[in-house]
């Protein structure tokens, strides 16, 4: 399991938040072995590109804690989350569901980072509203090392991050829709929008 640095944590953090930095999920969470193994690699991923980002305490806490709180409900049946969520929401396949469950539930118990909800809510399909940190997130779940998916090119974009961050989400995004197209043929909207947003800010 990822052990984090000791850091001084911004006193305005939220206790999950700072807690989930940490490894420790909320008692909510419902996440297994391989799934925690899988936060623990992306939340060590995110520590490492908020600390060469330069980021202060509470930022690279946050970045850290988001590494476990965008998978924290990966595991819970898609029935139940499902209730969980608004009406709009209750429309995604099954395996979308997690991301909104856990935002919304992260509201419930008063974490107000809005950066983080969106991060947290929309990491599978990406959002036009994500800044630094949503896209971060986006990237370092599909990069991280324990994924077997095209392993070259994923070590060569961890190398190129965090200083080349859009660049390196675009070809994430790339990467993810291309594959989505061969599973299905099928791309959300919302991935559509985040998208274009990334291709507009290209240089």
């Known amino acids: 399991m990822f052990t984090a640095p000791q850091l001084t944590v911004n006193a305005l953090l939220h206790p999950i938040v700072a807690e989930a930095a940490e490894g420790r ?21 995110l520590d490492m590109w908020a600390d060469e980002r330069g ?10 804690a988001l590494g476990y709180l965008h998978d924290s409900l990966r595991d819970e049946a898609p029935e ?8 709009a929401e209750r429309l995604l396949p099954g395996p979308l569901l997690h991301g909104p469950a856990a935002a919304e ?8 980072d809005g950066e983080l909800l969106t991060a947290v809510a929309w990491h599978t399909l990406g ?3 994500f800044a630094a940190m949503g896209r971060a997130l986006y990237a ?9 998916y095209l392993p070259e090119w994923r070590e060569e974009q961890r190398a190129r991050m965090p200083h080349d961050l ?14 989505g197209l061969e599973r299905d043929g099928r791309i959300h909207p919302r991935t559509i929008d985040f998208w274009n947003g990334l291709v507009g800010d290209a240089p």
């Open 140 to 148: 370092a779940d599909f990069l991280e090392p324990g994924r077997s």
């Open 25 to 45: 999920l909320p008692d909510w969470a419902v996440a297994g072995e391989k799934r925690t193994a899988h936060m623990s690699r992306v939340a060590s991923l």
């Open 55 to 64: 980021l202060d305490d509470g930022a690279r806490t946050t970045w850290r």
């Open 166 to 179: 859009d660049t390196v989400t675009r070809e994430v995004a790339r990467a993810r829709i291309r594959r």
């Open 127 to 129: 959002d036009p509203r």
């Open 80 to 87: 139940i989350l499902r209730e969980r969520v608004s009406p």
């Open 105 to 112: 539930q992260l509201r419930i118990d008063g974490v107000d």
